[in-house]
């Protein structure tokens, strides 16, 4: 991982829900050069336990001759608001308190999310936006962006997601909350509350980023005698451990609520009605075998979305796909890009 830049905006950032953060701070990476009209912008939106550094998370996409090519555009990714990499989020300090706020942070939504984006824009001098793109929850930042303010962003590419966050994640995200909360320490005001609960929830996170047949082809038994320690099992250990060495378990919480509340529709007069406003050219990409934001789901949106197109790239591994099928994207964005 490359360093990150860290920006403190001391005016406070009001939420959708009424509350205030007094001050926000916002680490983000950038890759390129802005040009002199400050519109050579690629701004992408990272996904749920990622972090600003688009080149590390995303390899063969973000850099000099790639598909998001930093020789000729100035790329931005910026952490996440609630998020534990540097921008504000449970383990920072509440200046009013001098503390960490931990369960005391007020829940935040997509929508601010992006106006913490708008923050950080202001501060770049960035004029325009070429593109804004995302997958999963970062998909859903780009599409709320582009509706919030539909003349800022040229081109949008959102990525196995959805206007709306469904009844089936939602119960996803509510059983994750359980495992964290079923570990007493997760209520304890320390950086390391709640770990047994997140190595759990990681868990089951993972069943809906995978499926049937993913596991079933990559954790498929040789010793047919055996009767325990079965690869799959330790799969789920080993990954549920893998996040608790890298993210906070307060973090993770309020994320899941985040995605919860995503609706572009929420005062708008519906889902519709906010998609007919999108004037930037749009991609919709679906994962054939995601069963978190299903292919159905993502394709419901583009009639919806004046000019958009579909895409559907065929995947074994399911709503991670987007981040691990990545010559078929480079193609469909590429694609894009000379039809659009």
């Known amino acids: 991982m490359t360093p990150s830049k860290t920006v403190k905006f001391s005016e406070p950032l009001s939420l959708e829900n009424g509350k205030v953060l007094p001050e926000i701070e916002i680490s983000y990476h950038t890759y390129g050069t802005l040009n002199p009209d400050r519109d050579n912008v690629i701004w992408i939106c990272h996904a749920f336990t990622a972090n600003s550094d688009a080149a590390d998370w995303w390899p063969g996409m973000v850099g000099p001759g790639l598909t998001f090519d930093s020789s000729k555009y100035f790329i931005v990714c910026a952490n996440i608001l609630g998020s534990c990499y540097g921008t504000t989020g449970p383990t920072s300090i509440n200046p009013l308190t001098g503390e960490p706020y931990f369960l005391d942070f007020p829940t935040v939504t997509i929508r601010d999310m992006v106006n913490a984006h708008e923050r950080l824009r202001a501060y770049l001098q960035i004029k325009s936006i070429h593109t804004v793109v995302g997958g999963s929850v970062g998909g859903q930042q780009a599409l709320e962006w582009c509706i919030m303010n539909p003349s800022l962003i040229q081109n949008l590419l959102i990525i196995a997601t959805s ?10 995200n509510e059983s994750q909350r359980l495992a964290l909360t079923a570990d007493p320490s997760f209520y304890e005001r320390k950086a390391d509350a709640g770990q047994n609960g997140l190595a759990a929830a990681r868990s089951i996170a993972l069943l809906s980023y995978r499926n049937q047949k993913t596991y079933n082809k990559t954790q498929a038994e040789t010793d047919i005698n055996k009767y325990d320690d079965f690869r799959a099992s330790s799969y789920q250990q ?16 309020y994320l899941t609520k985040a995605l919860d509340s995503h609706n572009v529709g929420r005062n708008r007069g519906g889902i ?14 679906a994962i054939s075998t995601d069963i978190l934001f299903t292919p159905e789901e993502v394709k419901s949106h583009v009639c919806h979305t004046p000019g958009a197109q579909y895409y559907e790239i065929d995947s074994l591994y399911g709503h991670d796909g987007f981040l691990l099928e990545n010559e078929k994207l480079d193609q469909v964005i590429k694609s894009f890009y000379q039809h659009k």
């Open 163 to 172: 206007a709306v966050f469904s009844p089936w994640g939602i119960a996803i």
């Open 238 to 253: 080993y990954q549920g451990q893998k996040l608790v060495h890298r993210f906070n378990a307060h973090s993770y919480w």
């Open 272 to 285: 519709e009605a906010a998609l007919a406003t999108v004037t930037a050219n749009t991609l919709y990409v």
